[in-house]
Structure formats: structure tokens, C-alpha cells
């Protein structure tokens, strides 16, 4: 091919696309950001600063990276499955307290049997969460991306309901102030630090996971079969496979590792459970994020760990400016939408292109199958 | 105090408050309805609701004239329409996560010009109830059904004005073609583009005005997140009501009248915990898609865009 085609090429274009989005959404961003009368180019220097700019705040960014990316290497696996789990919110929230639960209850044990048990109870509670709404979609053919919504709502109120009720520090109960969170673990809950930073232990945790996610699905039978039964149901079913299986197992690993991450949150981050009413008092929205690193991240694992990050330090960033530049939150939230659909929005150029490249391929093929010499037509 | 729920006057405040809910899944699940039936699916209903509230409360609030409110939710929900028939139908991106993208927009620009261009909570007016001549001084039924404001007659008058437009009409004919066949319909001479485009905003003024319906009809408030949900449950009834408008009725007063008994349950003091009484219309949604009223299948090219010569 010629020169400008290798530049171009699917992998090129499918990294340069959701970046060119980025640029836009940022750039309808800086207009916002004028309606507001702000000065944007200081307000997204602020931004970098605040992401990037020290020690702490790299490390910041990582920890806010980490729910991105288990989110978004489950949200991966369940579309590889043919699955759109939108609801992560609700499988970090069911992680999160059966962890905490976990750990409340647990108190008297030592740090190297409380953190498995705590990851592992996290984990298994967002399977079940994520399995409901697997099962209704590959048993009944239920809309699975309604009943994940309405699996949020669920977990919202159930975390609101133990908070204020059986789960509640009991320090709050005596000194009658209520207010809606558990009393902090004991220290052997604590996932331990990295670096003398806020980071803990949960990032890496995060790479392994991702890493094992890409095992799994390209060098793995059940991983292959993933992918077929997302690609091709009616195919898979003539092949043998099982299909409703791996559509139901797909989603049960996603609301795994959001479940994981919500135990990562509750053990790494706050050392304990708290809500403010809404989801995102708790996950920061990172149900929802975490859909968009993995957007971002080309609905690969591994590219889903460079996409968490920059969408963590974006997070990270926007809060620094917020405190800066006295920006209401709802303009990043505003601004991540807008993010979404530019993002999906401009995924039709990299499929062109692709689907170009398999035109000329396919007649450089035919031309050298029938003996041309120079061929290649286009 | 159960009991109590069985009296004639609370049964009476019931049905009362679930016909007047009713009233914004109604405008925004017959959008919806359309937009499927077209083979898009708007994922994106919630924002756009958010925005047409938004747009609908601050008309209303500044110039006092709900009718102004209502241009202003059309406009809005006109705009929001055609940008994702740009996004679904000319870009052909993945209708459920660009549907996301939607309602993060709208949840965040709607709290940020509530933020920016009124601060506080404020209430309007809003469409007054009108008791309707003859039919409005029956006994009981007077005041149940024909005591209501605007907004409210006019999403049940919608129910069968979409069904004929639907069942009875040319537009329907290509509207449904588009979302079962588009290939056949395309090579017969409907433009597909044309018709999606025109479903896709016409469901975004309907999610705009349902979200109006609320801001300047209803509640007469706008606040942070006033719909908290309902656009995703109006998507869930368009599949409980399998598509069609008479399901879409059923499903939004089925659904609004838990929600009125529900909210008695907490005014009646009836002691489950308020968060249970929350859970409930969310529960509802799953078992209503689990057993839907109308046994049909999705149009068969929902959420897959158009293009020309391909298979």
C-alpha cells in the first residue's frame, strides 16, 4: 500500500478517531467555558495541573482511574459478548457493601485473610448483580441495557435503606447525629500503599485484571466463544456453542469486576461505606465512566488501561478546575456526554476506512488469483 | 392504616394522581414508540426530558405564559432531535451508548443552566385545570377524569392520534418498513434517512414536552435531576406495551398508578421503609418487561443503521 494508507491504516485511524473527538468535545468545552465567561485556556491548564501536574496528583489520577478500569474491562467483556451493561453503578454499589459487610463483620482478622475476602465477597456480589439481567436477556430476551438501568435504581436504595438502618456507624446512632455511612474499618482493610501517596494497591490489581481479561478472551476456548456467541449468534448456535451461556457468563463477569471495583473503592479509597441519596455520591459516576474508557479504549482490555487513566486524570482535572475557576460539577457531567456521542459519533470513519481496506485487499487478492501481475484495481 | 388505603377518598386521590402521572410517559414512551418502530432506538429520552423541564420552567418563570413554556420545550426538543438523528441516522453510531451520551448531556446542562440562569428553586403557575363542560360535572367521573390542565388531555388525545397515524396512514406504512425492512423499503422508494430523521425528532420534541409536562404542568418546579429515572422507565414501557400505542397507555397508567399508590403508602404513614416504597416502581419496570402486555417482537432493524448495498 502507499504511503499515506500505512498512516491511515485501521490501527492508526482507530486510535486517532477517539482522540480527534476528545479534541472536540473539549473544544465545544472552551466554548461553554466562555458562555460562562471563563477563560478557558487557563481553566484547562488548571486542569492539567491538576491531573498531572505533582506526584500527588498523578497519583490521584491513577486512583481515580482504577473503578474506570475494572468497569471498563467488564463493560469490554460484555460487548465482546454481545452484552451492554449499563449498569455499573449499581454492581460498584453492590461490591462496594458486600465488602463492607464483609468487613465489618470480620473485624478481629488479620490483614492477609480480611483484603482477599473483602475483594473476593465485592466481586461476587456484582456477579450476581450483573447475572439477573444476563439471565432475563439470553433466557428471556429481555432488553438487558433497561434492566441494568433499573438494577441501579434498585442498588441505590437498598444502599440508602442499610446505611440508614442496620449498617449504620453505630457511633452515629449514640451521638444522634445519623449521618448515612459505617463506622471505619479496622486498619487490616486498608489495601496497602504503593508510593507514599493516596495510591493503593487496587491500580495494579486493575492492570492484572485487564491483562488476565485479554488472556482470557484471545487466548482462552471460553474467551473465543465469548466473542463468537457477541459476533454471531445464529453462527455459534450451528457451531454447537451454547449460546445463552456465554451471552449470561459475559455479563456475569462484567458485574464481577464492577462488583470488584466497588470493593477496590471501599477498601483503597473511603475505608468505608457512605451514600449522599444519589449513585454517584459513592461511585463518582465511574459506572458510567468506566463505559466511556472502554469506548475509548477500542472495547480492548489492554487499550482500556491507557484510556482509564486519561479519563481518571480528566476526572482529577475537571475538580481542580472546578475549585479554581469556581465551575458548577455539571459541566463536566454536561461535557462527558458530550464526550460519549463524539466519540461514537465519529467511530464511522475508522469502520469506512476499514471496510476500504478490505475492498483493496480483497481485490489485490482476486488480482493476484488471477495471475495479473501489477493489478490491484480499486 | 392499610385500611385506610381502601377508603373511598384515598381510592378516589389514586386513580386521580395516576391518570395526571400518566400524562409525561405517555408523551415520551409514544415518541419513543415512533422512533423504534422506525428502527431507532433513543436511549437518550431522560436528558432530553431534563432539557425540555429545563426549557419549558425558565420560559414559563420569566414570562409568566405556560404556552411560551411549551414553544420553548418544542423548540428545545426539536434541536435535541435532530442532533441525534445526525448521531444515529447520518453517523450511525451505537444507538445504546450514544443514548448514554444523551442523557449525561442533558442530566449536566440542564442542572448547569438551572445553576447559571435561576439558582434557586422557584415554582410557576403552570397550565391550570380545566373541569370540562357537561362531562366535567358528572358525578365522581367529573372530577376524576375531566377536572385535569392541557397538557394532560392532550398526551391521552395523542394515544389515538399516533395509532392512526400508524395504522392508518402512508407515513405509518413507510415508518414501520423503515424499522422491519429498510433494504426492501429503500429499493421501493422510501428514503430511510428521510423517515428516521423525521421519527428521531419528532421523539425528541414528545421526551422534551413530557419533560415540560412536568416543569409547567404537573409539579410546576424544575430542580436538579426532576425526572430522577422516568425517561428509562418510558423506554422499558415502549417494550411492555410491545410497540404500539394502546400498549404504551396501558403501561403508563399501570405505571403511574403504583407510583400514586406508592406515594400514599408514605403519605398514609404506613411503615415500610421509605426506600422500599422507592425500590418498588423500579422493580415494577423489570417485571413488566419480564411479562409484557402485548406479546410482539422488536422491529426487526431496531438499533441497526441504514446503508445502502449492504446485504
Known amino acids: 500500500m502507499g504511503k499515506t494508507s500505512r498512516f491511515l491504516s485501521p490501527t492508526w485511524l482507530a486510535i486517532l478517531t477517539p482522540l480527534a473527538a476528545v479534541v472536540a468535545a473539549l473544544a465545544v468545552g472552551a466554548l461553554l467555558l466562555l458562555a460562562l465567561g471563563v477563560d478557558p485556556v487557563a481553566a484547562y491548564a488548571s486542569m492539567f495541573q491538576g491531573a498531572f501536574g505533582s506526584l500527588n496528583s498523578v497519583a490521584d489520577t491513577l486512583v481515580k482511574a482504577t473503578p474506570l478500569l475494572l468497569v471498563g474491562v467488564g463493560i469490554c467483556i460484555a460487548f465482546r459478548g454481545g452484552m451492554l451493561n449499563i449498569g455499573g453503578e449499581g454492581q460498584l454499589i453492590v461490591g462496594g457493601l458486600a465488602a463492607t459487610a464483609a468487613v465489618l463483620a470480620l473485624r478481629a482478622w488479620p490483614a492477609w485473610a480480611l483484603i482477599p475476602v473483602g475483594l473476593a465477597l465485592g466481586f461476587l456480589a456484582g456477579a450476581a448483580w450483573g447475572a439477573v439481567?444476563?439471565?432475563?436477556?439470553?433466557?428471556?430476551?429481555?432488553?438487558?441495557?433497561?434492566?441494568?438501568?433499573?438494577?441501579?435504581?434498585?442498588?441505590?436504595?437498598?444502599?440508602?435503606?442499610?446505611?440508614?438502618?442496620?449498617?449504620?456507624?453505630?457511633?452515629?446512632?449514640?451521638?444522634?447525629s445519623f449521618i448515612p455511612q459505617t463506622a471505619r474499618f479496622t486498619l487490616a482493610a486498608d489495601l496497602p500503599r504503593l508510593v507514599p501517596t493516596r495510591l493503593h494497591a487496587?491500580?495494579?490489581?486493575?492492570?492484572?485484571?485487564?491483562?488476565?481479561?485479554?488472556?482470557?478472551?484471545?487466548?482462552?476456548?471460553?474467551?473465543?466463544?465469548?466473542?463468537?456467541?457477541?459476533?454471531?449468534?445464529f453462527a455459534s448456535r450451528r457451531a454447537g456453542m451454547r449460546v445463552s451461556r456465554y451471552g449470561i457468563l459475559a455479563m456475569v463477569l462484567s458485574g464481577a469486576l464492577a462488583g470488584l471495583a466497588g470493593a477496590v473503592q471501599?477498601?483503597?479509597?473511603?475505608?468505608?461505606?457512605?451514600?449522599?441519596?444519589?449513585?454517584?455520591?459513592?461511585?463518582?459516576?465511574?459506572?458510567?465512566?468506566?463505559?466511556?474508557?472502554?469506548?475509548?479504549?477500542?472495547?480492548?482490555?489492554?487499550?482500556?488501561?491507557?484510556?482509564?487513566?486519561?479519563?481518571?486524570?480528566?476526572?482529577?482535572?475537571?475538580?481542580?478546575?472546578?475549585?479554581?475557576?469556581?465551575?458548577?460539577?455539571?459541566?463536566?457531567t454536561a461535557l462527558n456526554g458530550l464526550l460519549v456521542i463524539f466519540v461514537v459519533s465519529s467511530d464511522i470513519w475508522r469502520r469506512r476506512m476499514v471496510q476500504r481496506q478490505q475492498k483493496a485487499?480483497?481485490?489485490?487478492?482476486?488480482g493476484a488469483a488471477s495471475g495479473a501481475e501489477q493489478a490491484a484495481p480499486t | 392504616m392499610i385500611q385506610d388505603l381502601l377508603s373511598p377518598a384515598v381510592l378516589a386521590g389514586i386513580v386521580y394522581s395516576g391518570i395526571r402521572l400518566a400524562t409525561p410517559y405517555l408523551y415520551a414512551a409514544l415518541?419513543?414508540?415512533?422512533?423504534?418502530?422506525?428502527?431507532?432506538?433513543?436511549?437518550?429520552?431522560?436528558?432530553?426530558?431534563?432539557?425540555?423541564?429545563?426549557?419549558?420552567?425558565?420560559?414559563?418563570?420569566?414570562?409568566?405564559?405556560?404556552?411560551?413554556?411549551?414553544?420553548?420545550?418544542?423548540?428545545?426538543?426539536?434541536?435535541?432531535?435532530?442532533?441525534?438523528?445526525?448521531?444515529?441516522?447520518?453517523?450511525?453510531?451505537?444507538?445504546g451508548i450514544s443514548g448514554i451520551g444523551v442523557f449525561l448531556f442533558g442530566l449536566g446542562m440542564s442542572e448547569l443552566l438551572f445553576q447559571k440562569t435561576l439558582g434557586s428553586v422557584a415554582t410557576v403557575s403552570g397550565f391550570p385545570p380545566i373541569r370540562l363542560p357537561f362531562l366535567g360535572d358528572l358525578p365522581v367521573v367529573g372530577d376524576l377524569l375531566f377536572n385535569h390542565n392541557l397538557m394532560v388531555y392532550a398526551a391521552y388525545l395523542l394515544v389515538p392520534l399516533v395509532w392512526l397515524v400508524l395504522n392508518r396512514t402512508t407515513w405509518g406504512l413507510k415508518i414501520k418498513s423503515a424499522g422491519q425492512n429498510p433494504a426492501a423499503a429503500d429499493a421501493l422508494g422510501v428514503s430511510i434517512t428521510r423517515v428516521r430523521y423525521a421519527t428521531v425528532t419528532v421523539g425528541g420534541i414528545l421526551a422534551s414536552v413530557a419533560g415540560a409536562s412536568l416543569s409547567i404542568a404537573l409539579l410546576n418546579v424544575f430542580q436538579q435531576n426532576l425526572t430522577s429515572g422516568m425517561g428509562f422507565i418510558a423506554?422499558?414501557?415502549?417494550?411492555?406495551?410491545?410497540?404500539?400505542?394502546?400498549?404504551?397507555?396501558?403501561?403508563?397508567?399501570l405505571f403511574s398508578t403504583?407510583?400514586?399508590?406508592?406515594?400514599?403508602?408514605?403519605?398514609?404513614?404506613i411503615p415500610i421503609a421509605p426506600d422500599f416504597a422507592l425500590m418498588l416502581p423500579y422493580v415494577l419496570t423489570i417485571l413488566m418487561l419480564v411479562v409484557p402486555f402485548r406479546k410482539a417482537r422488536q422491529p426487526a432493524a431496531l438499533t441497526k443503521p441504514f446503508e445502502r448495498g449492504e446485504g
Open chain 1, 133 to 176: 439481567p444476563g439471565v432475563l436477556k439470553a433466557r428471556l430476551q429481555v432488553n438487558e441495557i433497561l434492566t441494568t438501568i433499573m438494577m441501579n435504581a434498585i442498588a441505590i436504595q437498598a444502599l440508602n435503606y442499610l446505611l440508614r438502618g442496620p449498617l449504620m456507624d453505630p457511633e452515629q446512632v449514640s451521638k444522634g
Open chain 1, 202 to 233: 487496587g491500580f495494579l490489581l486493575a492492570v492484572i485484571v485487564a491483562i488476565l481479561a485479554w488472556v482470557l478472551l484471545w487466548r482462552t476456548t471460553i474467551g473465543f466463544r465469548i466473542r463468537a456467541v457477541g459476533l454471531n449468534p
Open chain 1, 266 to 332: 471501599v477498601m483503597g479509597v473511603n475505608h468505608r461505606m457512605f451514600t449522599d441519596g444519589s449513585s454517584a455520591g459513592f461511585t463518582g459516576a465511574a459506572g458510567f465512566n468506566g463505559i466511556v474508557a472502554a469506548l475509548f479504549g477500542l472495547l480492548h482490555p489492554i487499550g482500556t488501561i491507557p484510556a482509564a487513566v486519561f479519563f481518571g486524570g480528566l476526572i482529577v482535572g475537571a475538580n481542580a478546575m472546578q475549585r479554581a475557576m469556581q465551575i458548577p460539577s455539571a459541566m463536566i
Open chain 1, 361 to 366: 485487499e480483497v481485490a489485490s487478492a482476486l
Open chain 2, 31 to 95: 415518541g419513543e414508540t415512533i422512533g423504534q418502530l422506525s428502527g431507532v432506538l433513543n436511549l437518550g429520552v431522560e436528558g432530553m426530558m431534563l432539557m425540555g423541564a429545563y426549557a419549558g420552567f425558565y420560559l414559563t418563570y420569566r414570562t409568566g405564559d405556560p404556552w411560551l413554556g411549551l414553544l420553548a420545550a418544542i423548540l428545545m426538543g426539536a434541536i435535541l432531535g435532530l442532533a441525534n438523528a445526525l448521531i444515529t441516522v447520518t453517523f450511525r453510531a451505537e444507538q
Open chain 2, 235 to 253: 423506554v422499558a414501557l415502549v417494550y411492555f406495551g410491545g410497540w404500539s400505542p394502546l400498549g404504551a397507555l396501558a403501561g403508563s397508567l
Open chain 2, 258 to 269: 403504583v407510583n400514586a399508590l406508592q406515594n400514599w403508602i408514605q403519605v398514609l404513614g
